[in-house]
């Protein structure tokens, strides 16, 4: 097992070797950040412009191909150390801070982003590290890297989701002696709600889910973002379904363009914008038709929810 102090201890020791890292981290404290209210949800947006790296990644099948794997082991910084988790995967410092500790754990194998049979293991690194979101980004909804799988982990209290869902009304779809799977439908995001007591029957329930979503022609998955925490009792995977990478306004050129890639930090609370100009203007007009235009809605989720019923 890995404890959270430990990977805190990978952190301190990475911000001690590795310069370019450290300065990022010591941005965070001057970002800019404003809170918004929408919907009866709280939201928050950082303006963050090292991320401009990951929101203006270019994620097409030739700008993969042209570029090395930044998550490799052999084309990472020098400086950049790991600790071994769960036999396959390493977990890292992301140099390009959103969380004031943020990690990112890949596999050790360069195999493409798909969560199909790592839930398990998402529920059970969230269960290990007590204060912090695991997160995943589906290949088609905001992973910088979809031709290497990998999760995300940051500090819980920097995002709104749980405080958030504490509020909201969840309408349990299934439920066995050790996983529930429920639905959240009346905040803008819109989402499915996994407690899982143990990974395994998390991963059966989430496997259910997975087979009433849409998927598109040539993907290989539904598209979705996914964050899963300790709630005490159970450990919490939260899918939000997605029906679109980026909104239709996303761009640098223009007055009506802003650059927003909303991945699974932004589905958990957090906007984030690497450009000043996007985050003094963002609003909640932004934030309705950004989630619009993205997120799957009611409609949608009512025909996931009539497959589910059918399944066993």
């Known amino acids: 097992m890995t404890s959270a102090r430990e990977i805190e201890s990978l952190l301190q020791s990475q911000l001690n070797e590795w310069p370019s890292a450290a300065a990022n981290y010591a941005a965070l404290t001057e970002v ?99 204060g912090y979101t695991v997160f995943y980004n589906g290949p088609c909804c905001g992973a910088s890297a979809p031709d290497h799988f990998h999760f995300q982990a940051g500090n819980s209290d920097f995002l709104p989701l749980a405080a958030n869902l504490e509020k909201a009304d969840i309408s349990i779809l299934k439920n066995c002696a050790e996983a529930s799977l429920g639905i959240v439908d009346s905040l803008p995001v819109k989402m499915f709600v996994i407690d899982a007591i143990t990974p395994e029957a998390g991963e059966q329930m989430f496997d259910l889910l997975s087979e009433s979503l849409p998927v598109a022609d040539g993907d290989s998955e539904p598209m979705l973002n996914m964050l899963a925490y300790s709630t005490g009792r159970a450990t919490r995977l939260v899918v939000v379904p997605r029906k679109r990478h980026r909104p239709s306004f996303y761009g640098t050129e223009g007055d009506s363009c802003m650059m927003l890639s909303p991945a699974a930090v932004d589905m958990g609370g957090v906007f984030v914008t690497p450009r000043l100009v996007d985050f003094e203007r963002f609003d909640t007009d932004t934030l309705s038709r950004t989630l619009k235009e993205i997120c799957s809605g009611t409609d949608e989720l009512a025909e996931v929810v009539v497959k589910l019923q059918n399944r066993n």
Not at 39 to 52: D, E, K, L, S, T
Not at 93 to 116: A, E, K, L, M, W
Request: glycine share 8%.
């Open 32 to 130: 800019k950040v404003k809170d918004l209210d929408f919907g009866g949800m709280h939201f928050r947006v950082q303006f963050n412009p090292a991320r401009a790296v990951s929101s203006g990644a270019k994620v097409d099948a030739a700008s993969i191909k042209a570029r090395k794997c930044f998550l490799c082991s052999d084309n990472r910084p020098e400086c950049q150390q790991g600790m071994e988790w769960g036999g396959r995967y390493v977990i890292l410092v992301n140099p390009f801070p959103i969380f004031p500790r943020h990690f990112t754990v890949p596999c050790t194998d360069h195999v493409p982003q798909s969560c199909r049979g790592a839930v398990a293991d998402m529920l059970r690194l969230a269960s290990e590290l007590e």
